[in-house]
């Protein structure tokens, strides 16, 4: 990796630091080659503090340092994309990320849907939502459900119509995504399950 860091009259490079699980973005820092080179050899993100004009290891002062995973360059050579592990809130203020986000699993429409299958199940009343009458009916007819729509996917699967095959199967994971809150939990539950069988 040849990073350019005489682009900058500093020496500096930006380094973006992104989680390596949940990939939401941390914070932003600048490292210079001493930095990049002790981040390498430690494991641990470093950056040049330009306020404190010398290298600067995130958390050892709070403890909340930043385990590196690995590090991309840009097409450019002068930009870094730091993955890491957290270990804690990484901004100063005591959020997860600079920007006072969340640094939970985001799978994009499917975490939007989850945000509304939960929505429903506090509405539990009303008449109008079909995800609030399952709720309201239990987890007996949300089980029975992901059964039939299980079945449904097995019979398409045998066929050739593979549109009425990614029907089945969508109405499958909208369903198991309801039972899953009607259980309690969410699919990063299921998702930190297979992630921690792929570590054995």
Known sequence: MTIDFNKDPNGLV??????ANTKTVLMLG????????????????TFFSRSKNRLWTKGEESGNTLDLVDI????????????????????HTGTD??????NEPNFGFISE???TIHQRKT???SEKSYVASLFKKG?????????????EVVIEAKDDNDELF?????????????????????LKDVVKVLEDRSKK
């Open 97 to 102: 990320t600079c920007w006072k986000e969340d």
């Open 166 to 186: 990614l029907n089945e199967s969508a109405d499958l994971l909208f369903h198991y995504l309801i039972l899953l809150q009607q259980k309690g939990f969410q």
């Open 123 to 125: 509405e539990a009343n």
């Open 14 to 19: 930006p380094a973006i630091v992104q989680d």
């Open 72 to 91: 991309k360059i840009d097409c450019d050579n002068d930009t870094l994309l730091v993955y890491v592990n957290p270990n804690g809130p990484t901004c």
């Open 139 to 151: 987890i007996n007819t949300i089980a029975q459900k992901v059964g039939e729509e299980a079945v």
């Open 113 to 115: 849907l989850e945000s």
């Open 30 to 45: 600048y490292m210079n080659q001493e930095a990049y080179n002790k981040t390498v050899d430690t494991k641990l993100v």
